[in-house]
């Protein structure tokens, strides 16, 4: 038997992966049906393509969830390691009950996730890149349904692909979007379910056109707390009297961010504080960083929030001056920076904390976590 696992394939320019499709072998898929009341056992499928009925809930009602995870190699490319993936399935369990989905249980997520892995190995990016391969588990309504009644079956699925990271290490600048709710207060905002993304593409698309790397969306009631980015968590860090403490949003509205939580952790073993409350717009500009924390973003720096607000508005900003950051207001719209044009750096407590979440990732340290599933 060859060893395991396989070195990484030479048809790919691992020094330039990118954050896109790219294809592998193949995926794993798991069926529910609701006669047996059972998920099948997994099974490798050499074929990027789904068979799905057209009239599936999960195409005409959305009834579908994701979960997004990564695998990488660790130092001499002789082990993979998955990064939390217990994590990713009781966050996908969570998300199943929003859309009426029976809950794919942890052992079955955990082994349809490694099989995934194993068989794609080949597609695993090498060590030394400190690229992953990103893990996409689905799960949908996969039987035909015409009433808006839950179907007869069920799909659970494992895609794989390697990847970089989606926005880079570079500063990004957000926009705050008050045209456009994200989540609505009871609604499905702390779920992974499609629906939360794919309203959100006409806006980001707009604000990357105007140079806006990320989107940053407000709670919808009052749009006065902060919830998330479209595509990642909201971190920020606060320096005071040479202590730091991390800040996150406590809201029902936001998705329950594996790689915030790891950062977090990382932050305590720091010595630094973690707060969860609600982060008011108007507390911005205290902070000395703001940072975006998702699966494919890793962590990113956030040059600047900038809002389109109305300058008579209570929340405007622009005679702020107690605050860390500068803010600035020109043409109609309020900008809060953090780090100024032309530095390409992270800011030093986002370094910090990347350093070492990639380290633990990619075995360059202790797992004193227990985060590292061997593959
Ligand atoms: C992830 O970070 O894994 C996500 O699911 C976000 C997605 C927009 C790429």
Not at 96 to 111: H, R, Y
Not at 126 to 142: F, K, L
Not at 220 to 245: N, P, Y
Not at 326 to 353: H, M, P, Q, W
Request: charged fraction near 20%; aromatic fraction near 10%.
């Amino acid at each position: 038997m060859a060893p395991f696992p396989p070195p990484p394939v030479n048809t790919i320019d691992w020094s330039n992966v990118g954050f896109r499709v790219r294809e592998v072998n193949g995926h794993i898929e798991s069926h529910y049906s609701v006669k047996t009341g059972k998920w099948s056992a997994p099974t490798f499928v050499a074929d990027p393509y789904m068979r799905i009925h057209g009239m599936a809930p999960a195409l005409n009602y959305g009834q579908q969830a994701y979960e997004g995870l990564k695998a990488f190699r660790l130092p001499g490319d002789s082990t993979i390691a998955i990064f939390r993936p217990d994590r990713n399935a009781a966050r996908l369990q969570y998300s199943a009950d929003f859309i009426s989905i029976p809950p794919v249980p942890t052992e079955l997520f955990l082994s349809a996730v490694k099989a995934a892995v194993a068989l794609n190995a080949e597609f695993v990016p090498p060590h030394e890149t400190g690229a992953a391969m990103y893990i996409r588990p689905q799960i949908y309504g996969s039987s035909a349904q015409l009433g808006l009644n839950p179907p007869e079956e069920y799909t659970f699925c494992v895609f794989v692909l390697p990847t970089g990271v989606y926005h880079g290490t570079h500063p990004v600048k957000a926009l705050i979007m008050d045209e456009f709710d994200r989540a609505a207060p009871n609604g499905t905002g702390s779920a992974k379910v499609g629906g939360n993304y794919a309203p959100v593409l006409r806006w980001s698309e707009r604000a990357r056109n105007e140079g806006f790397g990320i989107t940053l969306h407000l709670d919808s009631k009052h749009h006065e707390e902060v919830d998330e980015f479209s595509t990642s968590g909201f971190i920020g860090a606060l320096v005071e009297g040479g202590e730091v403490t991390l800040v996150v949003p406590d809201s029902k509205a936001v998705i329950n961010s594996v790689t915030s939580d790891s950062v977090q952790q990382i932050g305590k073993s720091f010595g630094w504080k973690v707060e969860k409350r609600s982060i008011k717009y108007h507390e911005l500009p205290n902070f000395t960083e703001v940072m975006a924390a998702g699966t494919a973003a890793a962590l990113v720096p956030i040059r600047s929030i900038t809002r389109r607000a109305d300058p008579s508005s209570s929340q405007s900003l622009a005679s702020s001056s107690k605050g860390h950051a500068r803010v600035s207001f020109k043409d109609g719209e309020e900008t809060i920076a953090y780090i100024s044009e032309g530095v390409e750096n992270a800011g030093e407590l986002c370094l910090r904390l990347l350093t070492q979440l990639k380290a633990i990732q990619l075995g360059k340290v202790d797992d004193n976590f227990g985060w590292r599933f061997e593959v």
